[in-house]
């Protein structure tokens, strides 16, 4: 296992974030297009709405994965966050997912007060749901044609986790 550090995103770990989603399996895991742009990750991270938090996998000083995390704002959800999860292309299969899973789980177990987690994750992404399955997420339905993606639509199983009573 890579053992690596988690941490809270700055300003300069942006091109570094830039370069994880420039990574084939990276853009063609989510509803990004190719060859993202420096300023639109810039704006993005710059900006953070409130609720939301993103989190970097450190690997001896270079930054390998990012999560970002963000909870509900309206008043009748503020019980739940979806999140998104990237690690860089070269490095997938070697626990960094799950470290940053962990932490995530952490923060929105612990501190954040968060009863459920939620996610949408491509039906094909065996590795994904894998991890998401690993820490208790379960399949609560089925997307049909929910994005286009690499020349044909793809469809999203909904996944969420639902954080047990202490």
């Known amino acids: 296992m890579t053992t690596v550090q988690i941490r809270h ?14 990574g084939k399996k990276a ?17 993005k991270l ?24 963000g909870v509900e704002q309206n008043p ?7 999140f998104g999860i990237w690690v860089r292309d070269d490095l997938q299969g070697q626990q960094i997912g799950s470290q940053l899973m962990a932490a995530a789980i952490d923060l929105a177990d612990n501190w954040l007060n968060v009863h ?4 949408t994750v491509y039906t094909d992404n065996d590795a994904a749901i894998a991890l998401y399955r690993k820490f208790g997420f379960e399949i609560e339905g089925e997307g ?20 047990s009573a202490a």
């Open 46 to 69: 710059g900006t953070m709405p409130q609720g939301s938090y993103s989190l970097v996998a450190d690997l001896n000083g270079e930054v390998v994965g990012n999560l970002f995390l």
């Open 9 to 22: 995103s700055t300003s300069a770990d942006i091109d570094a974030i830039t370069r994880i989603y420039a």
């Open 116 to 119: 459920r987690l939620e996610i």
């Open 144 to 163: 049909k044609d929910f994005a286009f993606r690499d020349g044909s639509y793809a469809n999203v199983f909904y996944m969420a986790r639902i954080r």
């Open 76 to 82: 009748r959800r503020k019980h739940v966050a979806s």
């Open 27 to 43: 853009y063609t895991g989510t509803l990004g297009l190719p060859y993202p742009s420096l300023e639109v990750w810039q704006k």
